[in-house]
């Protein structure tokens, strides 16, 4: 008898996790075994070359190449053998006809091969009509789908099988089966497999490590819920309930044993659908692993509802992530749509106590259900965010699909695909979803740049003087006495920043170019480990050539000029002095002139009513100066600005859309603080103000507050906000007053008192 594990050719997106779809071989050769049969196992994962290859199509092979395989079933001679059964996994794609699985089924024609699903419940299954498997695969005698260990020897014993689909009835009783035959596997090939895997991908960090020896367990079979999402129990009869089979405690514990004991695993990865559906079960498997002392991982979660802090402090340097599935972020989808019996205030008390216990969250979140609308979208990203930036949990949000053999697909014309694979993270798949493909996208982007910005990196803004050479009626400190920081308190905010990790700094104003200590300053912050400096300017002072080439020289990776007009007469309008544009000009060049190596230059301009007009002009003089980076800044409610200054919306959007389109092929550009369904089309080059969260600012008085909170506190929601797919990663619109904010007086005292010593 020879029982065979292919391998599998997978697209990126996976489904779920391959890593070990070869356990259903390796417990149906115990199954095998125990019933009297001489058993040979071919596990594709464990031959010589097993490893992950990249493929022309853009899929990637695991397991070993053809020759391994046919050799090792030449080896035990497979063609010879009473019964060949060949394991078809969801990764196959059924019922498409799969190379890899087509190859081994070559590599054994003439004898009698059974083709079977060998599934245990803990990886996605896809259900397949059978006779369109069989018709993809001819090469096998029959197709036994769902559970096989208790049909299985009884087909392989018939003297005679007629050709069709049998339907496997499961194991009442988990505790009769078994151990999976890991002795049948050369696990030290196995390790090397997984550590090819581990250097293929290029994974910085694995959620759920597969690394050493790491062998995976099923301690149930089923899941008692029905969300609508989930194909587990597959095969119940109409009107079954959906029920869990469990391993008793002491069954549970032998199996443990025998992967560390026996078999060395230092790690184990635990399938089960729902792990923690049954508390008793769960408690009895978290002391196995102590007792034992084994690394877990739980790839497929636990459901919040049922997790305890006890649990917690006992998984607490057991386990890399724990992860739990929320779904939605909406309650009426949870309850109406999903079918999760699940209260969000559970996910949050879940993620709230993972968070103080020290364990790393991850949780499970789907957009694109049908019947689900872009407002509750929303609300599901936005919850999301929200139990990541209190509490670390970080957010996996996949499309809603319609996997053959789920709710979510019953009565619904599917999409005809070869690999579900892609349709997790993207290629939107379900029908009836109220959000197009385009717009889901839209969503899951916007989430996207959120979550960049809130992760990093840090930057430190630094306002090293309110007082400045030019008079610029929008200047957001305009109000504010035109004094410079105290330097000692601008150095103590540098040193406390940098202990804290911070990498980034920018040196800004006012005029920081006034400042008299400015160059140290720049000096200091390469001294003490920041990896980028920059400084924001109207470039006036760089006119002198000493000045701009002791700033380029003194460490700063970037300087952005402020440039307002393409003329004389335009930038004088905006700033005030009518002198200042030829000195900017000449700054500029000079910085041109004299910039080391890998310093880069910019311009920034902040829109009115008095330049929006010339943005183009503006474009063609930044590059004539030699400049390859354009900012374009809408203009923020603080200091000198007002309503009266402000372009109309639509103006605006226009004239940066005209420049995105003919300079955006030459040039690095940003948009910052526009929200993004103004510029349809061009989000990519928008930088909103809710990626500012990494940023923290500090006032030449010493006040220090988070960019994205300051600048929030001037933004208003209007009601296109709730369905628009961008509001995750935008505040929202700026409304702005009709006279300037009231002057903010400087006092000496505020320059010289402590800088605050909390923790950042």
């Given at each position: 008898?020879?029982?065979?594990?292919p391998?599998?050719?997978?697209?990126?997106?996976?489904?779920?996790y391959?890593?070990?779809a070869?356990?259903?071989?390796?417990?149906?050769?115990?199954?095998?075994?125990?019933?009297?049969?001489?058993?040979?196992?071919?596990?594709a994962?464990?031959?010589?070359?097993?490893?992950?290859?990249?493929?022309?199509?853009?899929?990637?092979?695991?397991?070993?190449?053809?020759?391994?395989?046919?050799?090792?079933?030449?080896?035990?001679?497979?063609?010879?053998?009473?019964?060949?059964?060949?394991a078809?996994?969801?990764f196959?794609?059924?019922?498409?006809?799969?190379d890899?699985?087509?190859?081994?089924?070559a590599?054994?024609?003439?004898a009698?091969?059974?083709?079977?699903?060998?599934?245990?419940s803990?990886?996605?299954?896809?259900?397949a009509?059978g006779a369109?498997?069989?018709?993809?695969?001819?090469?096998?005698?029959l197709?036994?789908?769902?559970?096989?260990?208790?049909?299985?020897p009884?087909?392989?014993e018939?003297?005679?099988?007629a050709?069709?689909?049998?339907?496997g009835?499961p194991?009442?009783?988990?505790?009769?089966?078994?151990l999976?035959?890991?002795?049948?596997?050369d696990l030290d090939?196995?390790?090397?497999?997984?550590?090819?895997?581990?250097?293929?991908?290029?994974?910085?960090r694995?959620?759920?490590?597969?690394?050493?020896?790491?062998?995976?367990?099923?301690?149930?079979?089923?899941?008692?819920?029905?969300?609508?999402h989930?194909s587990?129990?597959p095969?119940?009869?109409?009107?079954?309930p959906?029920?869990q089979?469990?391993?008793?405690?002491?069954?549970?514990r032998?199996?443990?044993?025998?992967?560390?004991?026996?078999?060395g695993?230092?790690r184990?990865?635990?399938l089960?659908e729902?792990?923690?559906?049954?508390?008793?079960?769960?408690?009895?498997?978290?002391?196995?692993?102590?007792e034992?002392?084994?690394?877990?991982?739980?790839?497929?979660g636990?459901?919040?509802?049922?997790?305890?802090e006890?649990?917690?402090?006992?998984?607490?340097?057991?386990?890399t992530?724990?992860?739990i599935?929320?779904?939605?972020?909406?309650?009426?989808?949870l309850?109406?749509?999903?079918?999760?019996?699940?209260?969000?205030?559970?996910?949050e008390?879940a993620?709230?106590?993972?968070?103080?216990?020290?364990?790393?969250?991850l949780?499970?979140?789907?957009?694109?259900?049908?019947?689900?609308?872009?407002?509750?979208?929303?609300?599901?990203?936005?919850?999301?965010?929200?139990?990541?930036?209190r509490?670390?949990?970080?957010p996996a949000?996949?499309?809603?699909?319609?996997?053959?053999g789920?709710?979510?697909?019953?009565?619904?014309?599917?999409?005809?695909?070869?690999?579900?694979?892609?349709?997790f993270q993207?290629?939107?798949?379900?029908?009836d979803?109220?959000?197009?493909?385009?717009?889901?996208?839209?969503?899951?982007?916007?989430?996207?740049?959120?979550?960049?910005?809130?992760?990093?990196?840090?930057?430190?803004?630094?306002?090293?003087?309110?007082?400045c050479?030019?008079?610029?009626?929008?200047?957001?400190?305009?109000?504010?006495?035109?004094?410079?920081?105290?330097t000692?308190?601008?150095?103590?905010?540098?040193?406390?920043?940098r202990?804290?990790?911070?990498?980034?700094?920018?040196?800004?104003?006012g005029?920081?170019?006034?400042?008299?200590?400015?160059?140290?300053?720049?000096?200091?912050?390469?001294?003490?480990?920041?990896?980028?400096?920059?400084?924001t300017?109207?470039g006036?002072?760089?006119?002198?050539?000493?000045?701009?080439r002791?700033?380029l020289?003194?460490?700063?990776?970037s300087?952005?000029?402020?440039l307002?007009g393409?003329?004389?007469?335009s930038?004088?309008r905006?700033?005030?002095?009518?002198?200042?544009?030829?000195?900017?000009?000449?700054?500029?060049?000079?910085?041109?002139?004299?910039?080391p190596?890998g310093?880069?230059?910019?311009?920034?301009v902040?829109?009115?009513?008095?330049n929006?007009r010339?943005l183009?002009?503006?474009?063609?003089?930044?590059?004539?100066?030699?400049?390859?980076?354009?900012?374009?800044?809408?203009?923020?409610?603080?200091?000198?600005?007002?309503?009266?200054?402000?372009?109309?919306?639509?103006v605006a959007?226009?004239?940066?859309?005209?420049?995105?389109?003919?300079?955006?092929?030459?040039?690095?550009l940003?948009?910052?603080?526009?929200?993004?369904?103004?510029?349809p089309?061009?989000?990519?080059?928008?930088?909103?103000?809710?990626?500012?969260?990494?940023?923290?600012?500090?006032f030449?008085?010493?006040?220090?507050?988070?960019?994205?909170?300051?600048?929030?506190?001037?933004?208003?929601r209007?009601?296109?906000?709730?369905?628009?797919?961008?509001?995750?990663?935008?505040?929202?619109?700026?409304?702005?007053?009709?006279?300037?904010?009231?002057?903010?007086i400087?006092?000496?005292?505020?320059?010289v008192?402590p800088?605050?010593t909390?923790?950042?």
């Amino acid at each position: 008898m020879v029982v065979v594990w292919p391998g599998v050719s997978v697209a990126r997106d996976f489904i779920d996790y391959p890593w070990f779809a070869d356990l259903g071989a390796v417990q149906i050769a115990a199954v095998l075994r125990a019933a009297g049969h001489d058993v040979a196992l071919v596990d594709a994962y464990a031959l010589p070359g097993a490893t992950l290859t990249w493929r022309s199509d853009g899929r990637a092979r695991l397991g070993a190449p053809r020759e391994s395989i046919v050799a090792a079933l030449d080896a035990v001679e497979a063609r010879r053998a009473d019964a060949v059964v060949v394991a078809l996994s969801p990764f196959h794609r059924p019922p498409a006809r799969d190379d890899v699985l087509a190859e081994a089924l070559a590599s054994v024609a003439g004898a009698r091969v059974l083709l079977a699903d060998l599934y245990q419940s803990g990886q996605h299954h896809v259900e397949a009509d059978g006779a369109a498997v069989l018709r993809a695969y001819p090469e096998a005698c029959l197709y036994l789908k769902y559970e096989a260990e208790r049909t299985l020897p009884q087909l392989v014993e018939a003297d005679a099988l007629a050709p069709g689909v049998v339907a496997g009835e499961p194991p009442a009783v988990l505790d009769e089966l078994p151990l999976p035959a890991w002795d049948l596997v050369d696990l030290d090939a196995h390790d090397r497999f997984r550590a090819a895997i581990l250097e293929r991908l290029g994974r910085r960090r694995w959620e759920f490590p597969i690394d050493g020896r790491t062998l995976p367990l099923i301690t149930s079979r089923g899941c008692p819920y029905r969300c609508i999402h989930c194909s587990s129990n597959p095969g119940r009869r109409p009107g079954e309930p959906k029920t869990q089979r469990r391993l008793s405690a002491a069954t549970m514990r032998a199996h443990l044993r025998a992967l560390a004991h026996v078999h060395g695993a230092g790690r184990v990865h635990l399938l089960d659908e729902m792990i923690n559906a049954c508390r008793a079960h769960f408690e009895a498997l978290l002391d196995a692993c102590e007792e034992l002392d084994l690394r877990v991982e739980i790839p497929n979660g636990v459901r919040a509802d049922h997790l305890e802090e006890a649990d917690l402090a006992r998984l607490r340097g057991r386990i890399t992530t724990l992860s739990i599935s929320a779904e939605s972020g909406s309650q009426r989808v949870l309850d109406e749509i999903v079918g999760k019996r699940l209260r969000l205030d559970d996910v949050e008390r879940a993620a709230r106590m993972a968070h103080a216990a020290a364990v790393p969250l991850l949780v499970h979140w789907i957009i694109g259900l049908p019947r689900e609308r872009p407002e509750e979208i929303n609300e599901t990203l936005e919850r999301a965010v929200a139990l990541y930036e209190r509490y670390g949990a970080w957010p996996a949000v996949q499309f809603a699909t319609p996997l053959p053999g789920t709710r979510l697909a019953e009565g619904r014309l599917l999409p005809v695909v070869d690999d579900w694979g892609p349709s997790f993270q993207r290629r939107p798949s379900q029908p009836d979803a109220l959000v197009d493909a385009r717009t889901l996208h839209a969503f899951r982007h916007a989430l996207q740049v959120r979550l960049r910005a809130v992760r990093g990196p840090e930057k430190l803004i630094v306002n090293v003087t309110y007082a400045c050479n030019n008079h610029c009626r929008f200047c957001a400190v305009g109000t504010r006495t035109p004094v410079h920081g105290w330097t000692p308190r601008l150095v103590a905010h540098l040193v406390r920043h940098r202990r804290a990790g911070v990498r980034h700094v920018d040196f800004d104003g006012g005029e920081p170019t006034l400042h008299p200590d400015l160059l140290s300053l720049v000096g200091l912050a390469r001294r003490l480990g920041y990896e980028r400096v920059h400084v924001t300017t109207n470039g006036r002072r760089l006119a002198d050539p000493d000045y701009a080439r002791a700033l380029l020289g003194a460490g700063v990776s970037s300087v952005l000029f402020s440039l307002h007009g393409a003329s004389p007469s335009s930038h004088g309008r905006e700033v005030g002095v009518a002198e200042a544009f030829g000195q900017t000009l000449d700054g500029i060049r000079n910085a041109v002139r004299l910039r080391p190596d890998g310093v880069e230059l910019g311009v920034n301009v902040t829109l009115t009513r008095g330049n929006v007009r010339e943005l183009g002009r503006l474009a063609e003089l930044v590059w004539s100066l030699g400049l390859r980076w354009l900012n374009v800044q809408w203009l923020t409610p603080f200091g000198r600005a007002t309503r009266s200054l402000v372009p109309d919306e639509t103006v605006a959007a226009m004239a940066t859309a005209r420049l995105l389109d003919a300079w955006a092929d030459r040039m690095k550009l940003q948009v910052v603080n526009c929200p993004p369904c103004l510029l349809p089309g061009y989000e990519r080059f928008v930088l909103p103000d809710l990626g500012k969260h990494a940023r923290n600012m500090v006032f030449v008085n010493n006040d220090e507050v988070n960019l994205a909170q300051y600048l929030g506190e001037r933004r208003v929601r209007r009601p296109v906000c709730a369905p628009c797919p961008h509001r995750v990663a935008c505040g929202g619109f700026y409304e702005l007053d009709d006279v300037p904010e009231p002057p903010w007086i400087v006092t000496p005292q505020a320059l010289v008192r402590p800088v605050r010593t909390a923790r950042l």
